[in-house]
């Protein structure tokens, strides 16, 4: 079983930056592929950003492409949304999500098999 807990969303205005934290237990981070999601009010779940459990692979949605990074820090069994450029689109519940083969090469919500809790990102305009 792999714990995950979000933290560091908010309310800020449009183009401020905002970094989003993923604690997962155990050593997850470096055995697990790890992903950011997000769902806005009336959508689907949608994938922001993915990362393989050895950080060498990275995807991004077109959607955040250049204002997105995600990293990670298996020390501290921790993966980061490095958020900038922000846009009012960008407004949903943030979830962080853990895929055991590891490749970061999926993209879609049943192909993961644990997820946080959530946290809420707001950009007003």
Known sequence: QVQL???GGGL???GDSLKLS???SRR???TYALAWFRQAPGKEREIVASTSSS???T???DSVKG???ISKDNAKNTVYLQMSSLRPDDTAVYYCAADGRGTGTYYYPPEYDYWGQG???TVSS
């Open 119 to 121: 946290t809420q990102v």
């Open 5 to 7: 807990v979000e933290s």
């Open 12 to 14: 800020v205005q449009a």
């Open 59 to 61: 995807y991004y949605a």
């Open 55 to 57: 950080g060498s692979y």
């Open 22 to 24: 993923c604690a997962a």
């Open 67 to 69: 204002r997105f990074t």
């Open 28 to 30: 997850a981070s470096s």
